[in-house]
């Protein structure tokens, strides 16, 4: 089955944003986690506090920054989703944030990546 560009680029980007945020300090706990309720990209911690952080990656800005994708009601259902995975693994956290990465594709073929902590 061949591959989508749109799903390779969205693959690459979040490998890019695990690397990145693995060199940030953070530790994955999960990827692509799924319930009824939705899906979170990458579940991590930093420090003592659990990041439920969505990606977005684009081939480029032409619609906008891939961080504008994520609005309010995302945030929200972010947040809802954070706290099911905390119950589904039966663990606690000092707290909880919502992180977005938002990577732009280089013609060099890397990414740009900008990295927003504690959007909701």
Sequence with gaps: MVMRAKDALGREGEQAAVDYLVGCGFRILDRNWRCNGG???IVAVDRHVLV???VKSR?????????DAVGKAKQTRLRR???AWINAHGVRFDAIRIDV???VREGSG???IEHIRGVG
């Design 39 to 41: 899906e979170l990209d």
């Design 52 to 54: 439920a952080c969505e």
């Design 59 to 67: 081939s480029g800005n032409r619609y906008g920054s891939p961080l």
């Design 81 to 83: 989703l954070a706290v």
């Design 101 to 103: 990465v938002g990577l």
């Design 110 to 112: 890397g990414f740009t």
